[in-house]
């Protein structure tokens, strides 16, 4: 009694054996993934709680200060005009916006904006 194969019974004899070798491949590469992600897990756990503990720490820290501070008070605002105030009052001289821009050195969109809400002469 003869053995022959032919042809067709080889290729799919191959077939099957690189299907079986390609499934135990990804079968064994599945199960060392695990490894690493349940180290990085751990990891990250680790981190939070390091994080947890020095924001504790940071939040100790500014309440003794704003106890040795006392209370705060708000900040008193300067008297003197800012480039605003003096595009505010062009606006209302009647000037154009690309001279207020110019002049106070504020964008083209910004002197535009002034001259609309504050022009003297404006419909309501």
């Known amino acids: 009694m003869e053995l ?3 042809w067709p019974e080889l290729l799919i004899a191959i077939i099957l054996a690189t299907v079986v070798y390609l499934l135990e491949t ?7 993934r695990r490894k690493p992600l349940q180290n990085m897990d751990t990891d990250l756990k680790n981190e939070i709680h ?13 309440d003794e200060l704003e106890a040795k501070a006392g209370p705060a008070t708000p900040l008193e605002v300067a ?9 505010v009052q062009y606006a209302r001289q009647g000037m ?10 504020i964008s083209q969109d910004e002197a535009t904006l002034i001259v609309a809400v504050h022009r003297k002469n404006r419909a309501v």
Do not use: K, M, N, W
Not at 26 to 32: E, M
Not at 80 to 87: E, F, I, L, R
Not at 96 to 105: F, H, L, N, T
């Open 50 to 62: 390091s994080l947890r503990v020095e924001v504790h720490a940071l939040q100790h820290r500014v």
């Open 79 to 87: 008297a003197t005009p800012s480039t605003y105030d003096y595009a």
């Open 96 to 105: 154009i916006a690309p001279e207020i821009a110019a002049r106070c050195g």
């Open 4 to 6: 022959t194969i032919t």
């Open 26 to 32: 990804l079968f064994l590469s599945r199960r060392h």
